[in-house]
């Protein structure tokens, strides 16, 4: 029978063991990126409705509504939720560094795009704010006070920086996420390497479809419809795909389908650098 010292030895000697902290962190980070972009038009609507319905001294039994746009929902009881899901995107992002500078410089853009989509609010107004025939009192920002709204240049800038965001993960998908160290890529690379085209092209297709509503279709329409929060709901959705699928919680390789790189392929263990090195192209 072990002693209680050799226990605690034995223990301290497999708390020690070294794991795989490189390849883990990574695609942590990426699924932490997936996740919460695919959540953010789910949480912000439902989380208004049931605050509304439930929660708000206010409160209109049976009214249950989607806002004309994502960020709409910066002027409803919602607004530190999406600040907190755009800044911790925006931060994630700018964490990131993938095997390549351009990965480094389109994770970076992209997180710098989602903080200044979080700080430069919309001038969308909420259905919450229109219905009191004024501006919801939770409206105010950094650039404005309870009797004054934002600066014009404000909402074009949340704008402009939410057409980088957009562009800049719809373009990392199509040319950096399909790249691969490997001559001969897996099934399931090759499959993932179609979601990441799709969901790219997704991304672009919903951000066309939000610039022909903006100068065609008229704000009546879009509004009634509330077609820019779908087709924002689209894009995000698409983009959390991506990311989930290059953190390999969807298409994950199969054990027997793993390449043999650098380390790996002389039967010896692979160093952290070369660890890093196969799972960032996988």
């Excluded at 490189?22 to 972009?37: C, Q, S, Y």
């Excluded at 709409?72 to 009881?77: I, L, N």
């Excluded at 389109?106 to 009191?132: N, Q, W, Y």
């Excluded at 709901?233 to 650098?262: H, N, Q, Y």
Aim: proline share 4%; hydrophobic share 45%.
């Amino acid at each position: 029978m072990q002693s209680i010292g050799q226990r605690v030895r034995d223990l301290n000697t497999e708390l020690s063991k070294p794991t795989d902290s490189d390849v883990v962190h990574l695609r942590t980070l990426r699924a932490a990126i997936g996740f919460l972009g695919l959540g953010l038009p789910l949480t912000l609507a439902l989380g208004e409705n049931i605050r509304d319905r439930y929660l708000s001294a206010g409160a209109e039994a049976g009214r249950w509504y989607i806002e004309g746009s994502i960020s709409a929902y910066y002027h409803t009881g919602m607004r530190e939720v999406f600040v907190a899901i755009l800044a911790a995107l925006g931060i994630f992002l700018l964490c990131y560094k993938g095997p390549e500078r351009w990965d480094v410089i389109a994770s970076k853009l992209a997180g710098a795009a989602a903080i200044l989509v979080a700080l430069l609010p919309t001038h969308d107004p909420s259905r919450e704010a229109t219905d009191t025939g004024g501006r919801a009192p939770d409206s105010v920002t950094l650039f404005s006070g309870p009797g004054a709204s934002d600066p014009e240049i404000i909402g074009t800038l949340h704008y402009a920086w939410a057409g980088v965001f957009f562009v800049t993960v719809a373009l990392m998908a199509i040319f950096l996420f399909t790249k691969t160290r490997s001559a001969a890529p897996t099934d399931r690379k090759r499959l993932r390497n179609l979601v990441y085209r799709v969901s790219g092209l997704t991304i672009l297709g919903a951000i066309a479809g939000i610039i022909v509503d903006k100068l065609l279709l008229g704000s009546g329409w879009s509004d009634g419809t509330s077609f820019v929060f779908w087709m924002e709901t689209v894009a995000v959705t698409a983009f959390g795909v991506a990311w989930l699928t290059k953190a390999e919680v969807i298409l994950k390789d199969r054990p027997s389908e793993v390449p043999a790189e650098a380390g790996v392929a002389g039967g010896g263990l692979p160093s952290a650098f070369e660890r890093r090195g196969v799972e960032a192209r996988r």
